[in-house]
Structures are given as C-alpha cells and as structure tokens.
C-alpha cells in the first residue's frame, strides 16, 4: 500500500501500459451552490524515471536560458558545466531538491569550483558570523563551553578530569558539566577553558572558505527561481493585453533586500523595465511577479 493510501485512504490504480501508478482519493462533499452539490477527489500520479525523462523536455525551453545565464558565471571545468545540464534538468523536473544538489556534488566535486556570486553575496555575512562565534568563544563560561559538547562527549572529560571522583548518575549534559566544574581545582578549571575555547575557535569554518553545500543548493535554486520566473513571464504576457498591471510579490526575511521590501504590494505594468531584474540578484531572495486581475 502506498504512502497516500495509508494516509488518506486513497485507491491505489495501477498503470500496466506505462508502469506507473496513480493515487486518487475518493469524492468528498465539499458544498453545493445554488442546489449543486460539490464534490472534491486528489489525483496523485507517480512518474517513472523514463516519464519524467521525457517531461524534461517540456521543460527545456525555460530551464536552460535560465541554467546558461547562472552557470556562465560559475567558474568550473567547461566540459562538467555543459555535462551537467541532461542531468540536473531531469533533477529539476522531477521535482527533487536533494536530486538536484546531488547531481551538482556529482559533476562539480566540492573544492573544484567557485562561484562569484556567492563569494559577494553569502561570504561578506559569513565573516560577520564567524567574528561574532569569535567574540562568543572568547566570554563564554566554563559551562557554556561544555554545554557545547555532546553528553558522550562531557563523560568522558569528567571520567578524564576527576579520575577519583565518584561515577555519575544523570546523564544530562547540564548535571554532568555541573559535576565536572565542582570536582576540578581552580588550576584545572583555567586549563579546561583555555582548552576548549582553542578547540572551539580551531572548528570554526575560517571565513572566505565556501561552504560547499550551501552553495549547492543557491546554486540549485537560482536556476529554478529564474526557469520559473521565465515560465510563469510567458503565461503572464497572454493576458497581458487585458490584464497589463503586474503586482510585485516577496516573501520578505532578514536575507530579503531593502529594496525588494519597499515594492512589496506594489503595482507596475507588463512593460516597466522594473520587471527585467526579477529574480533579483540577491541569491536568497524570491521576488517574483502576480497578474493583478
């Protein structure tokens, strides 16, 4: 039995011809209007690999402009660039972000590739956080060092540092960091700290290192924004003629541009150049554009 029909109940028809299955809930009442009674059914349909293969190809026309403007700035083997895009394309249609970013680790191996783009946008943010770990690590207390250490990892520091001490019997990190800081001297005490905030400062990523998987999944996704954007652009100009207005729409967050925030709601019609650099070029932002209807 499949996932929806565990779930919801749902019938489960199979497909012989095409070896692919359908999910379809049953009808539901959901109202009437006016005497008619209204009635809902959910179809869920399971695509095989060679389906989704073929509906990539619908999908070309959009995603590639959009993976050639994005890629064109990536600085990487030429051959793996031009090879990746079969791939990722059947990723994209499948509708798997974990596909996606996988084939990226695939053709773009971690340390063989940079990404301008995200070296101005995500790393200037990423030296402000490691200054901030830095400034954290230096004041922390012995307890909030320890309280950053898993619990396996706090027993056998106190089983280290207090050999004569008596077993513990929690097993909760604050119970043993708390044991640990009232059996150790003063001495072991100014060690500890000094110790684990080296450690501390020794983990942290050094800032203007790209963080591989992070820069994957931008990547991923600043594709997607602008095969969509290309996409939805296309159904949007067949109505313009008779709905010319375009509503700017952003889900606005701390990464969201001050800019894009300030047109949130606002109004501007098919034609307005505003709409040439939507997506924007901040990599976390989703600005997109609504048919005011």
């Given at each position: 039995?499949?996932?929806?029909?565990?779930?919801?109940?749902?019938?489960?028809?199979?497909?012989?011809?095409?070896?692919?299955?359908?999910?379809?809930?049953?009808?539901?009442?959901?109202?009437?209007?006016?005497?008619?009674?209204?009635?809902?059914?959910?179809?869920?349909?399971?695509?095989?690999?060679?389906?989704?293969?073929?509906?990539?190809?619908?999908?070309?026309?959009?995603?590639?402009?959009?993976?050639?403007?994005?890629?064109?700035?990536?600085?990487?083997?030429?051959?793996?660039?031009?090879?990746?895009?079969?791939?990722?394309?059947?990723?994209?249609?499948?509708?798997?972000?974990?596909?996606?970013?996988?084939?990226?680790?695939?053709?773009?191996?971690?340390?063989?590739?940079?990404?301008?783009?995200?070296?101005?946008?995500?790393?200037?943010?990423?030296?402000?956080?490691?200054?901030?770990?830095?400034?954290?690590?230096?004041?922390?207390?012995?307890?909030?060092?320890?309280?950053?250490?898993?619990?396996?990892?706090?027993?056998?520091?106190?089983?280290?540092?207090?050999?004569?001490?008596?077993?513990?019997?929690?097993?909760?990190?604050?119970?043993?960091?708390?044991?640990?800081?009232?059996?150790?001297?003063?001495?072991?005490?100014?060690?500890l700290v000094q110790r684990l905030?080296?450690?501390?400062?020794?983990?942290?990523?050094?800032?203007?290192?790209?963080?591989?998987?992070?820069?994957?999944?931008?990547?991923?996704?600043?594709?997607?924004?602008?095969?969509?954007?290309t996409h939805r652009r296309s159904?949007?100009?067949?109505?313009?003629?008779?709905?010319?207005?375009?509503?700017?729409?952003?889900?606005?967050?701390?990464?969201?541009?001050?800019?894009?925030?300030?047109?949130?709601?606002?109004?501007?019609?098919?034609?307005?150049?505003?709409?040439?650099?939507?997506?924007?070029?901040?990599?976390?932002?989703?600005?997109?554009?609504?048919?005011?209807?």
């Open positions: 039995m499949g996932l929806f029909s565990f779930l919801f109940g749902n019938k489960t028809i199979p497909n012989k011809e095409r070896g692919t299955a359908v999910f379809q809930s049953p009808e539901k009442k959901i109202g009437s209007v006016g005497g008619i009674t209204l009635t809902s059914s959910l179809v869920v349909k399971q695509f095989t690999e060679e389906e989704t293969r073929e509906n990539a190809k619908e999908n070309r026309w959009s995603y590639e402009p959009a993976y050639r403007q994005v890629m064109g700035t990536v600085e990487a083997d030429p051959k793996q660039i031009s090879a990746m895009f079969n791939e990722l394309l059947v990723a994209f249609t499948a509708g798997s972000p974990r596909r996606e970013y996988g084939v990226v680790k695939q053709f773009l191996p971690d340390g063989t590739w940079r990404w301008p783009a995200y070296d101005a946008f995500v790393l200037p943010d990423a030296e402000a956080y490691y200054q901030e770990c830095m400034d954290e690590i230096k004041t922390a207390s012995l307890f909030d060092l320890l309280m950053w250490h898993k619990a396996p990892e706090l027993r056998g520091l106190y089983t280290e540092m207090t050999a004569d001490n008596p077993k513990l019997t929690s097993r909760k990190k604050a119970d043993v960091s708390n044991a640990l800081i009232a059996a150790i001297t003063e001495n072991q005490h100014l060690a905030r080296d450690k501390a400062i020794a983990e942290l990523e050094l800032p203007g290192t790209p963080d591989y998987k992070e820069m994957r999944e931008l990547l991923c996704r600043r594709i997607s924004s602008i095969a969509y954007e159904q949007r100009m067949e109505l313009a003629n008779r709905y010319p207005m375009w509503e700017f729409f952003v889900i606005a967050n701390d990464s969201t541009p001050e800019e894009c925030i300030k047109r949130k709601g606002k109004r501007f019609r098919y034609d307005d150049l505003i709409w040439d650099n939507v997506p924007c070029s901040n990599l976390r932002c989703g600005c997109t554009a609504h048919t005011v209807f």
